[in-house]
């Protein structure tokens, strides 16, 4: 909830989504992946899109383009079985430098839309009420147990409808509205927008913390559990998308970070999230966009904050770089589908240089994502930043894999005699 609620609030007041076939797909999805693998796995908006989407304003069918592309991309890499090849030509400093440029995107956008506020006009939004619930959230991240079970999101939420129901009045508040599905057919110009500014770079992150990084984590954390393989995990993501976005529907995955916090606040089986997507589906077919009224009223004092949170939710990704990130754990025993778990490993140690290294191709791709506000430019600029500190030891691979090293080397003989010897080892 504390990512799904900002976005989707976010994207319906920018027009992005259609409110109503959002609600009713993703309770869909919820139900279907609660009993499909029976494990607490979320469906959760696909936030590099979302981060694009809100901060340039894409219509519903821009947006739509984008989960299009990305879900015919992983339906066809799933299908042949690349998606771990695929995992495994993207480095780990791309992916994470996407990630926080997409959060940075987003504190951006939120911090835009705080400025034009007054420190006490109106009186339902504005500065002290932004203050507030900024030191809200602050408290929730104190290191208490207590605290931190706290649903942050879901009261912050209450109390912005309460509010924005108190600025719009009786006229606009929600009431019984039938469901009225639409299709949505982008045109060739907003499909290559939406794919090429925010659905490439969704595919990195799709494809490992949607894919690769949920069912290692479902195998660490539920042992007892069959876990999903990454097949089946990349045909669901794939079919929720290229059924949902063809209704103006927001672009969903499934998520390692939302499958931790549900295992974290006690979800063992797929319950939760079924629970969840029955009340998507209520509040979808019972009120729908009747619902658009008020949360265009949303205040952005409250709003602006919870944007920003996640934003910085999804930024935050980037301080394992160097740490604790994947690809710099030892590759353990595979399973049969050939996955391997980190469970239990120590990350090696990782020199100066190499750190160096590995900061400048993430924080080139954040930089290139920020200054041209385009996912497929950081994307190029951290791969060809990637390239060029690799391309001396694959030039040195390829050297010695063709001609062997020459080297002088010490061999003796049965009679004693000891000789110099160059050769190729």
């Given at each position: 909830?504390?990512?799904?609620?900002?976005?989707?609030?976010?994207?319906?007041?920018?027009?992005?989504i259609s409110l109503s076939s959002t609600l009713i797909f993703s309770g869909l999805w919820n139900v279907l992946t609660g009993v499909m693998f029976g494990i607490p796995l979320p469906v959760q908006p696909m936030k590099a899109i979302a981060a694009v989407a809100i901060a340039r304003g894409f219509s519903k069918a821009e947006?739509?383009?984008?989960?299009?592309?990305?879900?015919?991309?992983?339906?066809?890499?799933?299908?042949?079985?690349?998606?771990?090849?695929?995992?495994?030509?993207?480095?780990?400093?791309?992916?994470?430098?996407?990630?926080?440029?997409?959060?940075?995107?987003?504190v951006l956008s939120a911090g835009g839309s705080l400025q034009g506020l007054h420190w006490t006009s109106p009186k339902e939004d504005n500065l002290l009420w932004t203050i507030s619930v900024f030191l809200f959230l602050l408290a929730t991240t104190l290191p208490y147990r207590r605290l931190a079970r706290?649903?942050?999101?879901?009261?912050?939420f209450v109390i912005g409808i309460v509010l924005s129901v108190v600025v719009s009045g009786r006229g606009?508040?929600?009431?019984?509205?039938?469901?009225?599905?639409?299709?949505?057919?982008p045109s060739p110009a907003a499909f290559r927008t939406g794919a090429l500014e925010a659905g490439v770079g969704q595919i990195p992150l799709t494809t490992l913390n949607s894919i690769i990084a949920v069912s290692q984590l479902s195998y660490?954390?539920?042992?007892?559990?069959?876990a999903p393989t990454t097949t089946a995990l990349g045909l669901s993501v794939?079919?929720?998308?290229?059924?949902g976005c063809w209704f103006g529907a927001m672009p969903v995955c499934h998520g390692s970070g939302g499958l931790a916090a549900q295992y974290r606040f006690g979800a063992r089986s797929g319950a939760s999230i079924i629970i969840l997507g029955l009340f998507k589906l209520v509040v979808g077919l019972v009120w729908g966009d009747s619902l658009v009224g008020v949360l265009s009223r949303f205040p952005k004092s409250v709003l602006g904050i919870m944007v920003i949170a996640a934003g910085l939710e999804l930024a935050k990704v980037g301080e394992s770089l160097n740490t604790g990130a994947r690809d710099l754990y030892l590759q353990g025993e595979e399973?049969?589908?050939?996955?391997?778990?980190?469970?239990?490993?120590?990350p090696r140690q990782v020199s100066d240089e190499e750190r160096m290294q590995r900061w400048t191709v993430m924080m080139m791709t954040v930089g290139g994502l920020l200054a041209f506000r385009n996912d497929a430019v950081g994307f190029v600029a951290g791969m060809l930043c990637h390239c060029v500190y690799r391309f001396p030891v694959w030039w040195r691979e390829v050297r010695d894999d063709?001609?062997?090293?020459?080297?002088?080397?010490?061999?003796?003989?049965?009679?004693?005699?000891r000789r110099w010897l160059l050769g190729r080892s």
């Amino acid at each position: 909830m504390g990512t799904l609620l900002p976005l989707m609030i976010a994207l319906t007041m920018t027009g992005s989504i259609s409110l109503s076939s959002t609600l009713i797909f993703s309770g869909l999805w919820n139900v279907l992946t609660g009993v499909m693998f029976g494990i607490p796995l979320p469906v959760q908006p696909m936030k590099a899109i979302a981060a694009v989407a809100i901060a340039r304003g894409f219509s519903k069918a821009e947006m739509a383009s984008a989960g299009l592309f990305v879900a015919g991309f992983v339906l066809v890499a799933s299908w042949v079985g690349a998606i771990k090849w695929f995992t495994k030509v993207i480095p780990i400093p791309v992916v994470k430098g996407i990630q926080i440029g997409a959060g940075m995107s987003l504190v951006l956008s939120a911090g835009g839309s705080l400025q034009g506020l007054h420190w006490t006009s109106p009186k339902e939004d504005n500065l002290l009420w932004t203050i507030s619930v900024f030191l809200f959230l602050l408290a929730t991240t104190l290191p208490y147990r207590r605290l931190a079970r706290i649903p942050t999101a879901l009261i912050l939420f209450v109390i912005g409808i309460v509010l924005s129901v108190v600025v719009s009045g009786r006229g606009r508040l929600p009431h019984l509205s039938r469901w009225r599905p639409f299709i949505l057919l982008p045109s060739p110009a907003a499909f290559r927008t939406g794919a090429l500014e925010a659905g490439v770079g969704q595919i990195p992150l799709t494809t490992l913390n949607s894919i690769i990084a949920v069912s290692q984590l479902s195998y660490d954390l539920l042992p007892n559990v069959e876990a999903p393989t990454t097949t089946a995990l990349g045909l669901s993501v794939a079919g929720m998308n290229l059924v949902g976005c063809w209704f103006g529907a927001m672009p969903v995955c499934h998520g390692s970070g939302g499958l931790a916090a549900q295992y974290r606040f006690g979800a063992r089986s797929g319950a939760s999230i079924i629970i969840l997507g029955l009340f998507k589906l209520v509040v979808g077919l019972v009120w729908g966009d009747s619902l658009v009224g008020v949360l265009s009223r949303f205040p952005k004092s409250v709003l602006g904050i919870m944007v920003i949170a996640a934003g910085l939710e999804l930024a935050k990704v980037g301080e394992s770089l160097n740490t604790g990130a994947r690809d710099l754990y030892l590759q353990g025993e595979e399973d049969d589908e050939g996955e391997s778990s980190t469970a239990g490993k120590r990350p090696r140690q990782v020199s100066d240089e190499e750190r160096m290294q590995r900061w400048t191709v993430m924080m080139m791709t954040v930089g290139g994502l920020l200054a041209f506000r385009n996912d497929a430019v950081g994307f190029v600029a951290g791969m060809l930043c990637h390239c060029v500190y690799r391309f001396p030891v694959w030039w040195r691979e390829v050297r010695d894999d063709e001609r062997g090293i020459w080297s002088w080397r010490r061999v003796s003989r049965r009679s004693g005699e000891r000789r110099w010897l160059l050769g190729r080892s």
